[in-house]
RNA sequence: GGGGGUAUAGUAUAGCCUGGUAGUACUACCGGCUCCAGACCGGUGGAGGGGGGUUCGAAUCCCUCUGCCCCCA
């Protein structure tokens, strides 16, 4: 895992770095309709198959956004990010799921089941339903009561082994077990709304921070195994549909020749409704080739493939689409971490906590006035800053002119904490009112299985 | 199935053998210096897994339970 330095001014090498060592590709802003804040600062920084979505949302189609939370401790502003996040999707047409991590929490920190859901209604969806969330559109459920999630992490482990989890979570032979099965079981949540029960097959989204990529990575990994076609880019253009052949297949798509036949008309029937005239099939090499195709037709051939697996009694699951952003910088300076209060605001903060940790937050102004005056403060380490361009401040001219004016040393630190504070207040304030108007809402926002 | 080790403050640890006010570092909190914060200087908090025993007195010795770690099979 690549270290973030918080210190460092420029912070976007740091992030290019993830980008690349991880795979990541950059958000194409230009794309994104209706930019929100975190798209149009570039907090949302990269993204892994987010075509898909932004195909789905162009055609119509519906699309899903998957966020889960594990009930311990309070949530704080680190938290209120993927919420807004989440919100965004919604607004754009997505249904949100969202799971609470019951099993886990139970398994792993030891809190009562009963306790998990206490904690997670009155703690973390109270403050969601306060975020706006939409209750029409949000469904939200336990691990512990909906067991298709943990039968379908049961299945998925077939697809990997224990090195594995040792390259990506750097799990030893001390490693209690429970922790090897969270990840499969998060798969699972991630996964399942696919099912035709919970929605059937579409793009589903998981807006995360870069630290969550391994759950990510191991999820994509996971479903794309079990996948029966696959779809690669062909090296001298368009698109390439091979068959793989699996135990779990096997008497379906290669018992015999007229079977493999039989498969290769179904594929090709299903790319043809999608408009290509130019296929090229060779049954005996296990390809079909979509040679007028373009990189972006990936996405309803998949969509395509995956529909005729499911005919044929396949899982057809789609890998899970993702966005990263980056973390604000903790209060202190360093990292923002819900073990260690000072470094954050927790949603339900009192007002005079609030200030208090903004008022000995670490700043970037300069040692006196003078010098401050002369030469300016860095924005890019000022915590009031950085909370005013990653939650508080809407406007992108005022924040500019409030980065002006502190590079320039006409703004004083002192007086650019008071700014932040105001609008934490204004903030908190509104919260804490909008989580009092619509607590009653709360269980409208349970699915089924999550009513008592 | 058998054997060994270990448990001290939010964190990391010292003290245990040889019983006598539990020490240190970071953190937290307060003050000074700073426009504010940091850095720096000064100060204040906070701890021996649970139960039992021995003893005038137990973190320390003994038993037991629980958790964690390791070895053998």
Redesign the pocket.
């Given at each position: 895992m690549v270290d973030i330095d918080p210190w460092s001014s420029d912070v976007s090498t740091d992030y290019d770095r993830i980008i690349q060592q991880f795979g990541l590709s950059s958000v194409p802003l230009a794309e994104i309709p209706n930019p929100s804040l975190h798209h149009r600062r570039d907090i949302i920084f990269a993204h892994r198959d987010l075509g898909n979505i932004l195909q789905a949302h162009a055609r119509g189609d519906s699309f899903g956004v998957m966020t889960g939370l594990m009930p311990s401790g309070q949530m704080h502003l680190g938290h209120k990010m993927v919420i807004d996040q989440v919100r965004w999707f919604q607004e754009q047409g997505a249904d949100v799921t969202i799971a609470v991590a019951d099993l886990e929490a139970n398994a792993t920190r030891g809190y009562s089941l009963a306790e998990c859901r206490r904690l997670a209604l009155e703690e973390y969806v109270a403050n969601y339903v306060a975020m706006g969330l939409d209750p029409e559109k949000t469904q939200i459920y336990f691990q512990s009561s909906r067991p298709i999630v943990q039968r379908m992490g049961f299945t998925l482990g077939k697809r990997t082994n224990l090195s594995e989890f040792e390259a990506i979570y750097g799990f030893q032979?001390?490693t209690?077990l429970a922790h090897v099965q969270a990840p499969l079981v998060q798969a699972g949540d991630i996964l399942h709304p696919q099912l035709e029960e919970y929605g059937g097959l579409r793009p589903i989204v998981v807006p995360v921070g870069v630290d969550q990529d391994p759950h990510l990575r191991l999820c994509r990994g996971l479903a794309g195994k079990t996948n029966w076609f696959n779809v690669i880019e062909r090296k001298n253009g368009g698109l390439r549909i091979t068959v793989s052949v699996m135990v779990e297949n096997q008497s379906i798509v290669a018992a015999d020749k007229s079977s493999t036949a039989a498969i290769f008309t179904q594929i090709i029937d299903a790319v043809k409704t999608l408009g290509y005239g130019d296929i090229m099939a060779d049954a005996k090499h296990g390809i079909v080739d979509l040679p007028a195709a373009t990189p972006k037709d990936r996405y309803p051939v998949r969509m395509a493939l995956l529909t005729l697996e499911r005919s044929l009694g396949g899982p057809g699951l789609l890998q899970p689409s993702s966005t990263y952003h980056r973390f604000a910088v903790g209060m202190?300076?360093g990292k923002m971490s819900s073990s260690k209060p000072?470094t954050t605001i927790f949603l339900n903060e009192s007002l005079d906590k609030m200030e208090k940790k903004f008022?000995?937050?670490?700043?970037g102004?300069?040692?006196?006035?003078e010098e401050?005056r002369r030469i300016g403060?860095n924005p890019d380490v000022d915590v009031a800053f950085q909370y005013l361009l990653f939650f508080f401040e809407e406007d992108d001219a005022a924040l500019e002119e409030i980065r002006r004016a502190y590079v320039s040393g006409d703004l004083?630190?002192?007086?650019l904490?008071a700014i932040t504070i105001e609008k934490a207040r204004a903030w908190l304030t509104e919260l804490g009112e909008m989580r009092d108007q619509n607590a009653h809402l709360i269980n409208q926002f349970l699915a089924d299985d999550a009513q008592n």
């Amino acid at each position: 895992m690549v270290d973030i330095d918080p210190w460092s001014s420029d912070v976007s090498t740091d992030y290019d770095r993830i980008i690349q060592q991880f795979g990541l590709s950059s958000v194409p802003l230009a794309e994104i309709p209706n930019p929100s804040l975190h798209h149009r600062r570039d907090i949302i920084f990269a993204h892994r198959d987010l075509g898909n979505i932004l195909q789905a949302h162009a055609r119509g189609d519906s699309f899903g956004v998957m966020t889960g939370l594990m009930p311990s401790g309070q949530m704080h502003l680190g938290h209120k990010m993927v919420i807004d996040q989440v919100r965004w999707f919604q607004e754009q047409g997505a249904d949100v799921t969202i799971a609470v991590a019951d099993l886990e929490a139970n398994a792993t920190r030891g809190y009562s089941l009963a306790e998990c859901r206490r904690l997670a209604l009155e703690e973390y969806v109270a403050n969601y339903v306060a975020m706006g969330l939409d209750p029409e559109k949000t469904q939200i459920y336990f691990q512990s009561s909906r067991p298709i999630v943990q039968r379908m992490g049961f299945t998925l482990g077939k697809r990997t082994n224990l090195s594995e989890f040792e390259a990506i979570y750097g799990f030893q032979g001390d490693t209690n077990l429970a922790h090897v099965q969270a990840p499969l079981v998060q798969a699972g949540d991630i996964l399942h709304p696919q099912l035709e029960e919970y929605g059937g097959l579409r793009p589903i989204v998981v807006p995360v921070g870069v630290d969550q990529d391994p759950h990510l990575r191991l999820c994509r990994g996971l479903a794309g195994k079990t996948n029966w076609f696959n779809v690669i880019e062909r090296k001298n253009g368009g698109l390439r549909i091979t068959v793989s052949v699996m135990v779990e297949n096997q008497s379906i798509v290669a018992a015999d020749k007229s079977s493999t036949a039989a498969i290769f008309t179904q594929i090709i029937d299903a790319v043809k409704t999608l408009g290509y005239g130019d296929i090229m099939a060779d049954a005996k090499h296990g390809i079909v080739d979509l040679p007028a195709a373009t990189p972006k037709d990936r996405y309803p051939v998949r969509m395509a493939l995956l529909t005729l697996e499911r005919s044929l009694g396949g899982p057809g699951l789609l890998q899970p689409s993702s966005t990263y952003h980056r973390f604000a910088v903790g209060m202190t300076g360093g990292k923002m971490s819900s073990s260690k209060p000072e470094t954050t605001i927790f949603l339900n903060e009192s007002l005079d906590k609030m200030e208090k940790k903004f008022k000995r937050s670490f700043s970037g102004g300069q040692s006196t006035v003078e010098e401050h005056r002369r030469i300016g403060g860095n924005p890019d380490v000022d915590v009031a800053f950085q909370y005013l361009l990653f939650f508080f401040e809407e406007d992108d001219a005022a924040l500019e002119e409030i980065r002006r004016a502190y590079v320039s040393g006409d703004l004083l630190s002192g007086e650019l904490k008071a700014i932040t504070i105001e609008k934490a207040r204004a903030w908190l304030t509104e919260l804490g009112e909008m989580r009092d108007q619509n607590a009653h809402l709360i269980n409208q926002f349970l699915a089924d299985d999550a009513q008592n």
